[in-house]
């Protein structure tokens, strides 16, 4: 593989110790009818939720979506759902029920990437692998599947994973099923292509020194904007984490900076520790409403506090309504 710039090989420091895989989850023999969505919300606030963390129930009363991180493509066009439990996906159905939550299926990730390439350039393991994913997502209620694959490493590649999700795009809408990608807002990718999706997760974090500022998340989204995203495609990214200012990187999560250091709302770095304080996200979900951008999307939910500190409760508070921008 190429190398690859550093702001993105630092995305794998924001995933945390891991928890052993779980058991395969059993072979569905005959997917039920169709799912029924719920109707997308105005502005969508849209959480990643790690197999390696535990659900808190409290997160759906703040998301219109939540995507659970994550399964991987096989070379044989097989899905491998291993780390994934029955017993969350009762708990999520129960959640969507109650709460008309959207529940998304994550493939691929940081390290969990290496079977995207082959498959995508099988065109019948993409079928395959497309079949594969509609019978779990029907099986299981699902509303959609989200792409992370990290990272095509040539024109040959991009160009099939562009092939591959215009025809998922196409068998999934059949089934009511959005299709859509986290995407590294890199000027050197394809970016324009990935308009085939119904949304586009802008991971906009591990940018820089200072990984995820204001400035930053409106240039990023000012590039998808630029290259013709739809502005109601684009789910802007805001993380949940802080990380240094200068290496050796190292990340805290946004309730371990609280328990820590307490800073107030206005303050985004702490011991030289940059992360978004309550106020930047503020500033960054108002941005995206005045942009009519579709949401905001965070990596992780587990990152955050639960009390009145709560950047996802801030954010949900914006996006409704019951605090003005």
């Known amino acids: 593989m190429k190398p690859i710039p550093v702001f993105l090989t630092l995305i794998l420091l924001t995933a945390c110790g891991r928890s052993a895989p779980a058991a395969p989850l059993p072979t569905v023999d005959a997917p039920p009818a169709p799912t029924e969505s719920p109707a997308p919300a105005p502005f969508a606030v849209?959480?990643?939720?790690?197999?390696?963390?535990?659900?808190?129930?409290?997160?759906?009363?703040?998301?219109?979506?939540?995507?659970?991180?994550?399964?991987?493509?096989?070379?044989?066009?097989?899905?491998?759902?291993?780390?994934?439990?029955?017993?969350?996906?009762?708990?999520?159905?129960?959640?969507?029920?109650?709460?008309?939550?959207?529940?998304?299926?994550?493939?691929?990730?940081?390290?969990?990437?290496?079977?995207?390439a082959p498959m995508t350039a099988d065109p019948v393991a993409r079928q395959k692998f497309i079949g594969a994913l509609i019978e779990f997502a029907?099986?299981?209620?699902?509303?959609?599947?989200?792409?992370d694959w990290e990272f095509p490493k040539d024109k040959t590649e991009f160009d099939n994973y562009i092939l591959f999700l215009t025809e998922a795009k196409e068998a999934f809408s059949k089934h009511n099923l959005m299709v859509s990608v986290a995407l590294t807002p890199d000027p050197n990718f394809p970016l324009a292509e990935f308009a085939v999706v119904d949304r586009v997760h802008l991971m906009s974090y591990d940018r820089a020194a200072k990984h995820a500022t204001f400035e930053q998340a409106m240039d990023d989204a000012q590039l998808f904007?630029?290259?013709?995203?739809?502005?109601?495609?684009?789910?802007?990214?805001?993380?949940?984490?802080?990380?240094?200012?200068?290496?050796?990187?190292?990340?805290?999560?946004y309730e371990e900076i609280m328990s820590r250091y307490s800073p107030p709302p206005v303050v985004d770095e702490v011991d030289g520790v940059y992360f978004n304080g309550l106020e930047t996200i503020q500033d960054k979900t108002c941005f995206a409403m005045d942009e009519e951008l579709g949401g905001a999307m965070v990596w992780e939910l587990a990152h955050d506090t639960t009390d009145a500190n709560s950047l996802l409760r801030r954010i949900h508070a914006l996006a409704t309504g019951k605090i003005s921008c």
């Open 225 to 253: 904007l630029d290259v013709g995203i739809p502005a109601e495609k684009i789910i802007l990214g805001i993380p949940f984490y802080g990380r240094n200012t200068a290496p050796p990187y190292k990340v805290l999560s």
């Open 46 to 116: 849209v959480g990643y939720f790690p197999d390696y963390r535990e659900l808190n129930p409290v997160w759906a009363e703040s998301l219109t979506d939540i995507i659970y991180f994550s399964a991987e493509p096989r070379a044989d066009g097989s899905l491998n759902a291993s780390r994934l439990n029955e017993e969350t996906w009762q708990a999520l159905i129960e959640l969507k029920t109650k709460y008309r939550l959207r529940v998304h299926l994550s493939i691929g990730g940081w390290e969990r990437s290496a079977g995207f």
């Open 138 to 147: 029907l099986a299981r209620r699902l509303d959609g599947a989200d792409f």
